[in-house]
């Protein structure tokens, strides 16, 4: 494999879920016309690999999530299952600028509803609960007594997003919403991962079952339940930990992160007919970097599985790369099934 260049990238796109383990996902990959993903195969073609990142499909922390973190230098040196600070980054993009930055450590809260089964109990896709934001207020205000017991306070970020702030979560590795969707929650709860076995592990798997209790006859499910929808019966705790130190003379990173997500929507709810329209509108956001790429840019693709994420970047324009572009460029699917 290619080392990082030196140089940075102007843009780097990256792609949740352009793999994934449900077998609807190859046969739809399959049925894809070669032309509805031309231009990223183009694309790839005038890119060299970069060192695979693979961590297995039961780590908590994504290849995609673990990517864009990477990209947004949200973690450095060694990188720790389930300890990527989103929600410290989240509350640190809303202050003042020039603010230095705050050293606390933060979790996102998500209201969720969890389907219960015979066996287990399955995550829901929490933004299908549609809580409004008179609820989601009401819910944390009655939920935030609880929470400062154990020296946590909520805020409110949006409607069924709240942020945590307490020194519990700074060791205290949680998983992604994305690795439980439409799974059983067992294996991803606090309780279940090798945080368990701590104090920080247990307490908040115990708030967990207390605001459970709470929710089951709150006023706000009840009439939830009388208008059929679903009731808010849990909480998901993710995106735990504290910013890293950063050198105040190192600039932030100057490339243009993005990473849609209309891919991984799709895939969680396994429509893949959404999916392949997904891959569609992708390459047409692929034509604009081709010629970016080709007039000398130096661009960053990473495309993401459940257990790797493969980088590429610009190759140096040549006469070699010129002429590679002229022949016809490697299907995209063989770039996606070792993922």
């Known amino acids: 494999m290619q080392a990082p260049n030196a140089r940075q990238a102007s843009a780097h796109l990256i792609l949740p879920f352009a793999a994934c383990a449900d077998a609807g996902w190859l046969a739809t990959m399959k049925a894809l016309p070669a032309g509805q993903t031309l231009q990223l195969a183009r694309l790839l073609q005038g890119m060299r690999p970069l060192a695979l990142d693979t961590a297995g499909a039961q780590s908590l922390s994504p290849p995609h999530e673990r990517a864009l973190a990477r990209a947004q230098a949200l973690v450095t040196g060694n990188f720790s299952d389930g300890l990527i600070p989103w929600a410290a980054w989240e509350h640190a993009q809303t202050q003042p600028v020039g603010e230095p930055a705050s050293d606390q450590a933060w979790a996102i809260v998500t209201p969720c509803h969890w389907a219960m089964g015979r066996e287990h109990a399955t995550l829901t896709d929490p933004a299908a609960l549609g809580l409004s934001p008179a609820d989601s207020r009401t819910l944390m205000a009655a939920m935030q007594g609880y929470f400062e017991e154990d020296g946590i306070t909520l805020h409110e970020a949006a409607p069924q997003h709240w942020l945590a702030a307490g020194e519990l979560f700074r060791a205290l590795p949680t998983a992604s919403p994305d690795r439980a969707l439409g799974r059983s929650v067992d294996p991803w709860l606090p309780a279940s991962t090798h945080s368990g076995s701590s104090p920080a592990g247990k307490t908040l798997r115990r708030l967990q079952n207390e605001m459970q209790m709470l929710l089951y006859t709150h006023p706000i499910n009840e009439a939830r ?82 257990r790797s994420a493969q980088s590429f970047e610009s190759a140096p324009v040549s006469w070699r790369t010129r002429l590679a572009a002229w022949r016809r460029p490697r299907p995209l699917l063989s770039w996606l099934e070792t993922l």
């Open 225 to 306: 339940t009388g208008q059929r929808q679903l009731p808010v019966n849990s909480i998901w705790f993710s995106g735990t930990g504290n910013l890293p130190a950063r050198d105040a003379s190192s600039p932030p990173p100057a490339t243009h992160v993005t990473a849609p997500r209309t891919l991984a929507d799709a895939a969680l709810r396994a429509d893949w007919q959404a999916y392949a329209a997904a891959w569609a509108e992708l390459d047409t956001l692929a034509h604009d970097l081709l010629a970016r790429q080709a007039a000398g840019e130096m661009l960053r693709l990473t495309l993401c599985g459940e």
